[in-house]
């Protein structure tokens, strides 16, 4: 990663940027998670927005799996966009 900008290649070797809006590190699961967008939109208009663990030992993106982890970063990206208003 660097300039906010995370690079991802796909299973077809397909390489995309995607711009970093946020990194946290949540003290209740002791995981580092990164958030990014690929800059489209959906049908609705609403910015294409995604999440994933961040695996700082072997440079790796995880799937976040626990319903709890969604609620805080959902939680945060409000509070992140409420500020802007």
Known sequence: M???ILKLTDNL???KEYEILMTLKMEE?????????DNTSDLDGI???Y???YN???NKLED???DREWDIIHELLERNMNKGK
């Open 56 to 58: 700082i030992e072997n």
């Open 13 to 15: 070797g397909n390489t």
């Open 51 to 53: 999440a994933s663990i």
């Open 2 to 4: 660097k300039d906010n």
């Open 47 to 49: 910015l294409n927005i």
């Open 29 to 37: 699961t002791n995981k580092n998670y990164i958030i990014y967008t």
């Open 64 to 66: 976040i799996k626990t």
